[in-house]
């Protein structure tokens, strides 16, 4: 019975600690048409504006391996896992914690489903930077990446399901 209480008690600590970083991340978010509007206002032409406003990255072609793919993104260590938290490959994660670390992610991803957030992006910062990316569809699966790094970590979504897509391209494209 104890053991009940206990669980109910974390799983709802953890929930509330789920929303109150949701609601800090929401609270910190500038769109690009607010930065574009502030270069406006200071003076730069709307492409002026428009280009300090975007990142500025590589075209990324071809991604060969997971190991490259960290290299691009400055991770020190990678992970593809699918919705139900099956590990399906890593870079730089001990095989022993692999099938952990992805259930816990999709875990993670499921509370911010079932609390009416959309979860295509998780970002985490404490000195240590990480984020989810939502993959695409293969057949009824959804795949997720999981980046992990320092200061170097790109932490631009758009860039990281990018390079993670290419990656994916290029491992169907040699299974074939």
Same mark, same amino acid.
């Given at each position: 019975?104890?053991?009940?209480?206990?669980?109910?008690?974390?799983?709802?600590?953890?929930?509330?600690?789920?929303?109150?970083?949701?609601?800090?991340?929401?609270?910190?978010?500038?769109?690009?048409?607010?930065?574009?509007?502030?270069?406006? %206002? &200071?003076?730069?032409?709307?492409?002026?504006?428009?280009?300090? +406003? @975007?990142?500025?990255?590589? #075209?990324?072609?071809? =991604?060969?391996?997971?190991?490259?793919?960290?290299?691009?993104?400055?991770?020190?260590?990678?992970?593809?896992?699918?919705?139900?938290?099956?590990?399906?490959?890593?870079?730089?994660?001990?095989?022993?914690?692999?099938?952990?670390?992805?259930?816990?992610? %999709? &875990?993670?991803?499921?509370?911010?489903?079932?609390?009416?957030? +959309? @979860?295509?992006?998780?970002? #985490?910062?404490?000195? =240590?930077?990480?984020?989810?990316?939502?993959?695409?569809?293969?057949?009824?699966?959804?795949?997720?990446?999981?980046?992990?790094?320092?200061?170097?970590?790109?932490?631009?979504?758009?860039?990281?399901?990018?390079?993670?897509?290419?990656?994916?391209?290029?491992?169907?494209?040699?299974?074939?």
């Amino acid at each position: 019975m104890d053991y009940f209480l206990i669980l109910t008690i974390a799983s709802i600590s953890f929930g509330l600690a789920a929303i109150a970083f949701i609601i800090a991340l929401k609270g910190l978010k500038r769109t690009s048409q607010e930065i574009i509007s502030e270069n406006r %206002a &200071e003076g730069f032409s709307d492409q002026a504006a428009e280009e300090s +406003s @975007a990142l500025r990255r590589p #075209l990324i072609r071809r =991604v060969n391996s997971l190991a490259e793919a960290a290299m691009i993104l400055g991770a020190s260590a990678l992970l593809i896992f699918d919705h139900q938290g099956l590990a399906i490959e890593s870079y730089n994660i001990a095989e022993r914690d692999m099938a952990r670390v992805a259930a816990s992610m %999709a &875990e993670l991803i499921n509370i911010f489903r079932s609390l009416g957030f +959309s @979860a295509e992006t998780v970002m #985490l910062k404490n000195g =240590v930077k990480s984020m989810i990316v939502e993959l695409e569809k293969v057949g009824d699966m959804t795949l997720y990446g999981l980046m992990t790094g320092g200061a170097a970590l790109n932490m631009n979504p758009d860039y990281a399901r990018e390079v993670l897509q290419k990656y994916l391209e290029s491992l169907i494209e040699r299974r074939r």
